[in-house]
């Protein structure tokens, strides 16, 4: 039975199935690509205390998002069918004491199989940025392509190509941004470097992969996607035209970060 209450009175339900939705008709998440967890700080009174279904092991312990609860997507499952089915697509969880299963209270109870890296992830924000609570994963092509050149396979070179291509990615995101090289997707391996680089970033670029953002909130976590994507975009715009892009100088970007306090 679908629980409709459920979907009307969990706000970050609603935003999530946005996100999924503009995920979708971007074709940054083909076929089941892509996923999404937020952390609920605040749940209705009727809903919290639910035993919920049978745990779920995790492959790797979290003891400090005990007792957490989060809205997270379905492992296989599609963005662009979250639009249309909420209930069967998303899960809400709670971590089990330990941090070593969770137990599944609405929704689908099987959650993406990236949730360890997540997890990982969110560990580190609940316990040193708790005001981020979302993790938007996805699949920017421009994004993708750009980590496909070597000279861009590093953080320093990466985020300087980005920032001279548009103000924007220089204002929100100076020294926000992270490379990581390439690792198996899914392993634990990568969802801990990716946990590490969001100590201070706000996303972070998967060699040949995709892109990992996070924010107070899922439309947050997407807002820096799409401005770090609208800057890829523009560089291969002008680099297809057989040019290579001028770029915002180096002057212009620092009277910028001046001008807004930002370096
Ligand atoms: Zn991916």
Not at 42 to 59: C, F, H, N, T
Not at 207 to 214: E, L, N, S, T
């Amino acid at each position: 039975m679908v629980e409709a209450d459920v979907e009307s009175r969990i706000p970050e339900l609603k935003e999530l199935q946005r996100v999924a939705y503009w995920l979708a008709q971007r074709f940054w998440s083909e076929a089941n690509a892509g996923n999404i967890s937020v952390r609920l700080t605040e749940l209705p009174a009727d809903i919290a205390p639910r035993e919920g279904g049978p745990p779920v092991q995790m492959p790797l312990a979290f003891p400090e998002l005990a007792g957490q609860h989060f809205l997270v997507t379905g492992t296989g499952k599609r963005m662009r069918d979250i639009i249309h089915d909420l209930e069967g697509n998303v899960g809400l969880i709670r971590i089990l004491p330990g941090g070593e299963a969770y137990t599944c209270l609405w929704g689908t109870p099987r959650v993406t199989s990236e949730f360890p890296a997540h997890s990982a992830i969110h560990q580190v924000l609940l316990a040193e940025r708790p005001d981020h609570k979302a993790i938007v994963h996805t699949h920017p092509p421009g994004l993708a392509a750009l980590t496909h050149l070597a000279r861009f396979q590093d953080t320093e070179a990466l985020s300087d190509v980005l920032f001279h291509m548009h103000p924007e990615t220089g204002y929100f995101l100076f020294q926000q941004l992270a490379f990581l090289p390439y690792m198996v997707p899914g392993s634990v391996e990568l969802g801990q470097a990716t946990a590490e680089a969001l100590r201070t970033c706000k996303a972070a670029l998967w060699d040949k992969h995709g892109v990992v953002a996070i924010g107070e909130t899922m439309a947050r976590a997407l807002d820096w996607i799409e401005i770090l994507e609208k800057a890829a975009q523009v560089y291969w715009l002008v680099a297809n035209s057989g040019q290579q892009p001028v770029g915002l100088t180096d002057q212009q970007i620092g009277a910028m970060l001046k001008a807004y306090g930002l370096a």
